[in-house]
């Protein structure tokens, strides 16, 4: 940078340094500083770029005042001078002061302070006497920074002098604070400070003393620790025991050095008598305050319970698992029990709420070609497989109804013999699966039975509430695809008489079971045609329904809610009992 010296020596004439004080110079702007200093160049022995240096750092009457040795000579600092001129300037600046040194020393200094384990954003300033005691500092922080230090009178407060850079957070995580920097209370300030600090830096680190007293709340805090230390030294509880889906509480009072799992069962079949306790592999699954605990043994059991006590919350739900069985495992009383349809050993079909199914016309000449086929086939079966056979034979008979049924809607089912389905209570082959082709699930499953129409509901039951939890869709594939359903249907038949089920989730996903009444089909009578076109009528009617898009779905991913065998409710009898 260039500097008109000449113009600004001539316009800014300074009297010599013998006949100038402090009240002289003060009021000075840089131009006169510099001025100043060219008329002195000579004496100084300085050079042109000396003046220049302090020129640029806009020295004006108080910071030349201030100038040293060390500060001019400082690298890194603003200035960097070599010795002989900074020696120079400091020793004029000493001569000048000389006149009035009470002045000198009476000019304010503005200190940068940080609270210990802020970061410099958070730093303030304080302006101060240097001939001011680090007492009177401690006074002017605490009045800057009430709040951080209520409580806290300023003579505790801790000084310490660490210059660092505004830029420089990192430094201050690993700062260590000696005795040696910190600064004390009956010291001055220009002991500490005798020139004027770094600019853009932190020069005062500030510290409260380690809290002596124990507020209210900490007090609060170690009450509930003895007290829960009370708990944890007590060996027998009175837990809060719900089991799903019950929700009423009762009382069990456990040691918790002592109980077991089987204790707990114990406790589980008194009281609740579920029958899924009759399962040897039965396991107990805790929930409490929202956590899920799954205690494998006795000890995993004991270490739970302390951590309810240590919650302080003694209430916990359990949820009996059992391990998903066959399809043909399942008895009509279980599975009323298990879809809390009824809780009687013996209960009658009644207990199912009615389905209507309704009944698909079948006038037009594509459906009517379908039917003539469909009794010419079952004419031709007549002649060689006896209806009144076996499960095999009487699904020779079901097989073909199912086949025309699909080809009403051509190219848009698949029928699926003997398909594999598992689902939370039921596993296995099904004798028939019809799968939507569009979602690729399936819509319905017929069980075909000779005898026993009791255990194939049960079982029909079972696997449509399997194929329904299979079908848990994400939200982008159920806007793309409206025909997803929220139910399906099933059938079980002898061919001769046929029962059709609806298994849906209501508003709160709950499963829901309806049953028609039994439609019957009287073969080589003379109203057979009729009776066959009512039974292929109801099933084209269910396979329209499962097309339909379900208004009743959310647009988000809708979870099956498992209805798991162990979760058996007690639920008031019914009239009716199985013939």
Not at 273 to 298: I, S, T, V, W
Request: glycine fraction near 4%; charged fraction near 30%; hydrophobic fraction near 35%.
């Amino acid at each position: 940078m260039s500097h008109n010296i000449a113009n600004t020596s001539t316009s800014t004439s300074a009297p010599t340094a013998s006949l100038l004080t402090v009240e002289e110079i003060n009021g000075w702007d840089r131009d006169r500083v510099k001025g100043f200093l060219q008329e002195k160049r000579a004496e100084l022995g300085l050079g042109g770029n000396v003046i220049n240096v302090i020129y640029d750092q806009e020295v004006s009457s108080k910071a030349f005042l201030r100038l040293n040795e060390e500060q001019l000579t400082r690298n890194p600092g603003p200035f960097r001078l070599k010795y002989g001129p900074a020696s120079a300037i400091a020793e004029l600046v000493e001569q000048i002061k000389g006149e009035q040194p009470a002045v000198a020393e009476n000019m304010s200094i503005t200190l940068f302070c940080l609270v210990k384990g802020n970061t410099t954003a958070s730093a303030f300033e304080v302006d101060i006497e240097k001939d001011k005691s680090i007492s009177k500092l401690k006074e002017a922080i605490k009045v800057k920074k009430q709040n951080d230090f209520a409580g806290v009178d300023a003579d505790k407060l801790r000084l310490w002098k660490k210059e660092i850079s505004d830029d420089q957070d990192d430094l201050l995580s690993s700062l260590t604070l000696n005795d040696g920097d910190e600064l004390l209370a009956t010291k001055k300030i220009l002991k500490y400070f005798p020139d004027s600090p770094p600019k853009e830096h932190i020069h005062v680190l500030v510290s409260s003393p380690e809290a002596t007293t124990t507020s209210s709340q900490e007090q609060e805090l170690l009450d509930q620790v003895t007290s829960l230390q009370a708990l944890l030294n007590k060996s027998t509880h009175d837990f809060d025991v719900v089991v799903h889906p019950k929700w009423k509480p009762n009382k069990w009072t456990a040691n918790i050095e002592q109980v077991t799992l089987e204790g707990l069962k114990e406790y589980i079949r008194k009281m609740y008598q579920p029958p899924a306790l009759e399962n040897d592999r039965a396991e107990l699954n805790l929930m409490n305050d929202g956590e899920k605990y799954f205690p494998h043994n006795d000890q995993d059991l004991r270490e739970m319970l302390c951590i309810f006590i240590s919650k302080n919350n003694l209430k916990f739900t359990v949820f009996i698992e059992t391990p998903s069985k066959a399809f043909s495992d399942w008895t009509f009383p279980k599975v009323c029990q298990l879809y809390e349809l009824c809780e009687s050993e013996d209960p009658s079909l009644s207990v199912f709420p009615p389905f209507t199914c309704g009944i698909k016309d079948l006038e037009d000449d594509s459906s009517q070609a379908i039917l003539k086929h469909l009794i010419a086939e079952l004419n031709a079966r007549l002649k060689s497989i006896p209806i009144s056979g076996n499960e095999a034979s009487k699904s020779q008979y079901v097989c073909f109804y199912l086949v025309a049924g699909a080809n009403l809607y051509e190219g848009k089912f698949e029928l699926r013999p003997e398909k594999n389905i598992t689902g939370p209570n039921g596993y296995g082959p099904v004798d028939f699966a019809i799968d939507l082709l569009q979602t690729a699930k399936t819509a319905g499953v017929t069980e075909v039975k000779d005898e026993d129409f009791f255990k194939g509901i049960a079982q029909n039951a079972v696997q449509l509430e399997s194929a329904l939890s299979n079908r848990k869709r994400k939200a982008s594939e159920m806007e793309e695809d409206s025909a997803f359903m929220g139910k399906v249907f099933g059938i079980v038949t002898d061919a001769e008489k046929w029962y059709f089920l609806e298994c849906s989730l209501d508003d709160q996903d709950k499963l829901r079971f309806k049953l028609s009444e039994p439609v019957v089909v009287v073969y080589k009578d003379e109203n057979m045609e009729n009776m066959v076109r009512k039974v292929l009528g109801h099933i084209a009617w269910l396979l329209e329904e499962v097309q339909k898009p379900d208004s009743a779905l959310d647009v988000k991913e809708r979870e099956i809610k498992r209805v798991r065998s162990g979760e058996l409710p007690k639920v008031p009898d019914l009239v009716g009992k199985k013939n």
